[in-house]
């Protein structure tokens, strides 16, 4: 059973490689993570998980072919939804395009199933610590670096996309994210900040300031917004 915060759609998916692309959303309780200024905290404490339903992977694909219409996109986030098996889900869809988001801290095979998957390494602002070991490790399995990403018949190798939120008011961010841009060979997304309370002014204020230190790009190769 895979504790599910919240399953809907179709909407347009807001940011990173895949903005603007009309999508189901699969959003999976649970988290390792408790960031600062996580704005889906829903799915991510304890106290709500009274709150996720407990589904199969058949009821989660009825409830998404219910859903979905036309659309054939799927948007799997969470929490962090590599915590949970869903190999019978991404393999049922396989006609489906399939963007998978985690912060690269544990890896399943079924990624290998996903179009896209976006790697999100948390930053300082999250509070969190950053084990970059485990985010090397992470890696290295889903690009096959160690030589185990042999192409198997109904496997493939997904597009990996780096996303790093940044807060452009705290400057450990901005150093994280040059240091993530150091060891990553493709392009870059940084996600602004949002916080939960945010008034659209502040909002758009905080992108403004981002999109000053990008511009000057200093110390962050690769960066796509």
């Given at each position: 059973?895979?504790?599910?915060?919240?399953?809907?759609?179709?909407?347009?998916?807001?940011?990173?490689?895949?903005?603007g692309r009309r999508t189901?959303?699969?959003?999976?309780?649970?988290?390792?993570?408790?960031?600062?200024?996580?704005?889906?905290?829903?799915?991510?404490?304890?106290?709500?998980?009274?709150?996720?339903?407990?589904?199969?992977?058949?009821?989660?694909?009825?409830?998404?072919?219910?859903?979905?219409?036309?659309?054939?996109?799927?948007?799997?986030?969470?929490?962090?939804?590599?915590?949970?098996?869903?190999?019978?889900?991404?393999?049922?869809?396989?006609?489906?395009?399939?963007?998978?988001?985690?912060?690269?801290?544990?890896?399943?095979?079924?990624?290998?199933?996903?179009?896209?998957?976006?790697?999100?390494?948390?930053?300082?602002?999250?509070?969190?610590?950053?084990?970059?070991?485990k985010y090397d490790a992470?890696?290295?399995?889903?690009?096959?670096?160690?030589?185990?990403?042999?192409?198997?018949?109904?496997?493939?190798?997904?597009?990996?996309?780096?996303?790093?939120?940044?807060?452009?008011?705290?400057?450990?961010?901005?150093?994280?994210?040059?240091?993530?841009?150091?060891?990553?060979?493709?392009?870059?997304?940084?996600?602004?900040?949002?916080?939960?309370?945010?008034?659209?002014?502040?909002?758009?204020?905080?992108?403004?300031?981002?999109?000053?230190?990008?511009?000057?790009?200093?110390?962050?190769?690769?960066?796509?917004?």
């Amino acid at each position: 059973m895979i504790p599910v915060s919240e399953i809907y759609g179709p909407v347009v998916q807001g940011e990173g490689a895949v903005a603007g692309r009309r999508t189901m959303f699969l959003r999976t309780g649970g988290c390792d993570y408790r960031c600062a200024w996580c704005d889906t905290r829903y799915a991510v404490d304890i106290e709500h998980k009274g709150e996720w339903r407990r589904l199969t992977s058949v009821e989660i694909l009825d409830e998404l072919y219910a859903k979905a219409g036309g659309c054939r996109s799927l948007s799997i986030s969470g929490g962090n939804p590599v915590l949970h098996d869903l190999t019978d889900v991404v393999r049922e869809l396989g006609a489906w395009h399939i963007n998978v988001e985690t912060q690269g801290t544990f890896y399943r095979d079924w990624l290998k199933y996903a179009d896209v998957v976006t790697v999100s390494p948390k930053p300082p602002s999250a509070g969190e610590w950053f084990q970059a070991r485990k985010y090397d490790a992470f890696m290295k399995r889903l690009l096959g670096d160690d030589g185990t990403n042999r192409i198997v018949r109904g496997w493939g190798n997904p597009e990996v996309v780096v996303k790093v939120v940044v807060d452009p008011d705290d400057a450990r961010d901005w150093d994280f994210a040059g240091r993530i841009s150091e060891t990553w060979r493709g392009d870059m997304y940084l996600s602004c900040l949002t916080k939960p309370h945010d008034t659209g002014d502040e909002l758009l204020e905080r992108y403004r300031r981002l999109e000053t230190l990008a511009m000057q790009g200093q110390g962050v190769e690769g960066i796509r917004d």
